[in-house]
């Protein structure tokens, strides 16, 4: 082979087209144009004929309207594997061209007069059902045929795939060369001969005044969104009062499992101590929806995936109290039922949750109990009419709000335990003694400015619980003893 045909150099635009020595043949044939686009070419290449025929030999391109792009796109492969079989996914964004479309604009006053497309086409599927990203592809060809017998399209190969998405990205692929050296194609023969080609840059490098004209544009762009979002949000955000602690809470009921029954909800509500308080508006309880369960494992779970927000306001009054108390924590109750298909329902368990005194994402897995009678015509009567034993005020499970007492019995009850309930559960926490405690790194001094220390409350908490139950325990041993044995102890010292 003579040298000078050996190698060649084509500087390609975006969307420039190079016709390879098939498409002159193809379209210099009237009858082998039918759309408009071959007649475009056809017309084309006559002109190039004229001018004295095309410069490039071997370097072609496929612009975005060709129909070796669609081709091409369509026979993509997920995998290297050479006998692959197409999921359906597959198939189905196979279909899919994703193109600038020329779109009517829509009128925003008019109301669309079909909410529901009862028998969609295929064109309405592809259109509202798959990520129609706006994409344009240019691909840059290599005919490796023998010499002297350019056109054969089996020895085309794409030598570089150029694409950019109606967000500005433009792909190269492969690669710019730079300093890696040339890249190679082997092709499958007798010969097995392997060409070598280069990609390179050629755009025209951008002035330095233009620039910085561009990064002027950019920063006001940016700056007039930033001032647009924060019309939006506003600057003052709405702090609470000295001395006032906010605690806003994104709850989900995850799941519940390990129950006997099918066709689970739960019932809850949120208890708020003294000193706490929420909006008028706040709701403080709710329902789930009833879900069946589905067995994991060895046990029947439900999903509930039920969201629930709560905000609440602790509003500090006397500081002398600390540190031998600190402010009580709201508490969860919650009760797992059961229905079944005749409408009865069954309690399942019972449980509480203290809702957690560190801001963050808590999960939390919360056992349960329900009370039952001895013998067994009380579970025939829960298995056969529904019902059981129930309690008449929640606040049972963990310490009544009724209570006044000292001490608080529970002998002769019975209960059995249940299942469990999973909690998710994000805290967040908002105080004005936070923000002077970090800006100005003082002493914290209240109750409010201690739960600053986010990652020391739960130890403290429990210090100070300990500390308190060893002094009762202490004061009870005391009071247990003689009087004699006190005196004497006291005259001794």
Same mark, same amino acid.
């Given at each position: 082979?003579?040298?000078?045909?050996?190698?060649?150099?084509a500087?390609?635009?975006?969307q420039?087209?190079?016709?390879?020595?098939?498409?002159?043949?193809?379209?210099?044939n009237?009858?082998?144009c039918?759309?408009?686009?071959?007649?475009?070419?056809?017309?084309e290449?006559?002109?190039?004929?004229?001018?004295?025929?095309?410069?490039?030999?071997r370097?072609?391109?496929?612009?975005?309207?060709?129909?070796?792009?669609?081709i091409?796109?369509?026979?993509?492969?997920?995998?290297?594997?050479?006998h692959?079989?197409?999921?359906?996914?597959?198939?189905?964004?196979?279909?899919?061209?994703?193109?600038?479309?020329?779109?009517?604009?829509v009128?925003?006053?008019?109301?669309?007069?079909k909410?529901?497309?009862?028998?969609?086409s295929?064109?309405?599927?592809k259109n509202?059902?798959?990520?129609?990203?706006?994409?344009q592809?240019?691909?840059?060809?290599?005919?490796?045929?023998?010499y002297?017998?350019?056109?054969?399209r089996?020895?085309?190969?794409?030598l570089?795939?150029?694409?950019?998405?109606g967000?500005?990205?433009?792909?190269?692929?492969?690669d710019?060369?730079?300093?890696?050296g040339a890249?190679r194609i082997?092709?499958?023969g007798?010969k097995?001969?392997?060409?070598e080609?280069?990609?390179?840059?050629?755009?025209?490098?951008v002035?330095?005044?233009?620039?910085?004209?561009?990064q002027?544009?950019?920063r006001? %762009? =940016?700056?007039?969104?930033?001032?647009? $979002?924060?019309?939006?949000?506003? #600057?003052?955000f709405?702090?609470? /009062?000295? &001395?006032?602690?906010?605690?806003?809470?994104n709850?989900e009921?995850?799941?519940?499992?390990?129950?006997?029954y099918?066709n %689970? =909800?739960?019932?809850?509500?949120?208890e $708020?101590?003294?000193?706490?308080? #929420?909006?008028?508006f706040?709701? /403080?309880s &709710?329902v789930t929806?009833?879900c069946?369960?589905?067995?994991v494992?060895?046990?029947k779970?439900a999903?509930?995936?039920y969201?629930?927000?709560?905000e609440?306001?602790?509003?500090?009054e006397?500081e002398?109290v600390f540190?031998?108390?600190?402010?009580?924590?709201p508490?969860?109750?919650?009760?797992?039922?059961?229905?079944?298909f005749?409408?009865?329902?069954?309690?399942?368990?019972?449980?509480?949750l203290v809702?957690?005194?560190?801001p963050?994402?808590?999960m939390?897995?919360?056992?349960?109990?329900r009370?039952?009678?001895?013998?067994?015509v009380?579970?025939?009567?829960?298995?056969?009419?529904?019902?059981?034993?129930?309690?008449?005020?929640?606040?049972?499970?963990?310490?009544?709000?009724?209570?006044k007492?000292?001490?608080?019995?529970?002998?002769?009850?019975?209960?059995?335990?249940?299942?469990?309930?999973?909690?998710?559960?994000?805290?967040?926490?908002?105080?004005k003694?936070?923000?002077?405690?970090?800006?100005?790194?003082q002493?914290?001094?209240?109750?409010?400015?201690?739960?600053?220390?986010?990652?020391?409350?739960?130890?403290?908490?429990?210090?100070?619980?300990?500390?308190?139950r060893?002094?009762?325990?202490?004061?009870?041993?005391?009071e247990?003893?003689?009087q004699?044995?006190?005196?004497?102890?006291?005259?001794?010292?």
């Amino acid at each position: 082979r003579p040298p000078e045909d050996e190698e060649e150099v084509a500087e390609v635009g975006w969307q420039e087209k190079l016709f390879s020595q098939f498409e002159v043949d193809l379209y210099l044939n009237k009858s082998a144009c039918q759309t408009p686009l071959d007649w475009q070419y056809h017309e084309e290449i006559q002109k190039l004929e004229k001018a004295g025929g095309r410069k490039n030999c071997r370097i072609f391109t496929y612009t975005d309207h060709d129909r070796f792009t669609n081709i091409e796109e369509l026979c993509q492969k997920v995998t290297d594997l050479d006998h692959e079989v197409p999921s359906y996914l597959v198939e189905r964004m196979a279909n899919v061209r994703r193109r600038r479309q020329d779109r009517r604009p829509v009128e925003t006053s008019s109301l669309k007069s079909k909410i529901i497309t009862w028998e969609p086409s295929e064109e309405f599927i592809k259109n509202n059902h798959v990520i129609n990203t706006p994409v344009q592809t240019m691909y840059i060809m290599g005919d490796l045929g023998p010499y002297g017998k350019l056109g054969l399209r089996e020895y085309e190969n794409v030598l570089c795939t150029i694409k950019v998405d109606g967000n500005g990205v433009i792909t190269v692929k492969p690669d710019f060369t730079g300093t890696k050296g040339a890249y190679r194609i082997e092709l499958d023969g007798e010969k097995r001969e392997v060409w070598e080609y280069t990609i390179e840059n050629a755009s025209v490098q951008v002035q330095p005044e233009e620039e910085e004209r561009e990064q002027r544009v950019f920063r006001d %762009l =940016y700056g007039r969104h930033k001032d647009y $979002l924060s019309g939006l949000v506003g #600057s003052d955000f709405e702090m609470p /009062l000295p &001395g006032t602690l906010r605690l806003f809470m994104n709850g989900e009921i995850v799941s519940a499992q390990g129950y006997e029954y099918d066709n %689970l =909800y739960v019932h809850f509500f949120l208890e $708020l101590p003294n000193q706490w308080s #929420s909006c008028p508006f706040q709701q /403080l309880s &709710g329902v789930t929806q009833t879900c069946a369960t589905k067995t994991v494992g060895w046990d029947k779970v439900a999903y509930f995936c039920y969201p629930f927000t709560v905000e609440m306001f602790y509003t500090q009054e006397d500081e002398g109290v600390f540190p031998y108390s600190l402010p009580q924590w709201p508490v969860l109750y919650f009760e797992v039922l059961s229905l079944d298909f005749w409408q009865r329902y069954r309690v399942e368990g019972y449980g509480s949750l203290v809702l957690p005194t560190c801001p963050g994402v808590h999960m939390l897995t919360i056992p349960t109990w329900r009370p039952v009678d001895l013998g067994t015509v009380a579970e025939m009567r829960r298995f056969f009419i529904g019902g059981s034993p129930e309690l008449e005020d929640l606040t049972y499970i963990r310490i009544p709000s009724t209570f006044k007492g000292k001490r608080l019995s529970r002998f002769g009850f019975r209960t059995e335990t249940t299942g469990s309930v999973t909690f998710r559960l994000y805290c967040l926490q908002q105080s004005k003694a936070f923000l002077e405690n970090s800006a100005l790194r003082q002493r914290m001094q209240s109750v409010l400015d201690r739960l600053g220390g986010f990652s020391q409350q739960s130890s403290v908490y429990n210090v100070l619980e300990a500390f308190q139950r060893a002094r009762r325990r202490m004061q009870e041993a005391r009071e247990s003893l003689p009087q004699d044995l006190i005196n004497t102890s006291a005259s001794a010292e």
